[in-house]
């Protein structure tokens, strides 16, 4: 009796489980509709040079407390005359698989636009490429801000995804684009969010999530 009480509870959690992990990421353009979107990964104009395996659509999904507390650093930059521009979001699975084997394939090849200084064997040991990724509990978010009404981004000495040590939060770079960057890292720091340290662009949000491999949808598709 012990047993199948034990066993239904079991199965309860199971289900509930996978109701949470279906229902947990929530589109950003409804929680957030200001903030703009330039999803790298659903296009050609990323590091690999092709679409991603698992964006099947160009949206920014997070999980809801991450989305929220974004909307509140997205109220703060606009008091400011600014706006967030985010470039990804949820990453299913298959992408982070995906730019693994890219990652192998590299050798010691450089790419004078997104790695002229470090060979593309050495990008996972150096931590620009990974085996897991935040990015797939929908906690994580790479991006930048700009002025409001406009798409181009602040000077932060450096594109997203240039895996370079200038990437580092904490690089020397001008001190315009060191003034953006300690901007970004305590407008986000307010509302919950701790920066990657190899990454200027990189925030991971507090709790935890299970890695999804759900690919990214339309919103309203989900
Ligand atoms: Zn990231």
Known sequence: MKARCIGSMMALLATSGAVHAQSFLVCLRDVAPTVVQDMRYAGPNNFTG???????????????PAAE????????????????????????????RHFL?????????RDPAYFPRVDGSKLVEQGYIAARSAHSTGL???????DAGAREP??????????????????????????NRNVLVGAMAKAGFTNYAAE????????????????????GAR
């Open 50 to 64: 092709d679409p991603v395996p698992g964006y099947d659509a160009a949206e920014c999904w997070l999980a809801r």
């Open 69 to 96: 507390a974004l909307a509140k650093v997205q109220a703060e930059m606009e008091k400011a005359g600014k706006t967030l521009i985010v470039y990804d979001c949820y990453r299913p699975v298959r992408a982070v």
């Open 101 to 109: 084997s890219w990652a192998r394939k590299q050798g010691d090849k």
């Open 140 to 146: 994580a978010v790479d991006l930048t801000f700009g």
């Open 154 to 179: 602040a000077d932060t000495g450096g594109l997203f995804d240039l895996f370079d040590y200038v990437s580092h939060t904490n690089a020397k770079v001008s001190a315009e684009a060191r003034a």
């Open 200 to 219: 200027w662009w990189h925030y991971g949000f507090k709790g935890s999530a299970p890695q999804q491999d759900v690919p990214v949808k339309a919103c």
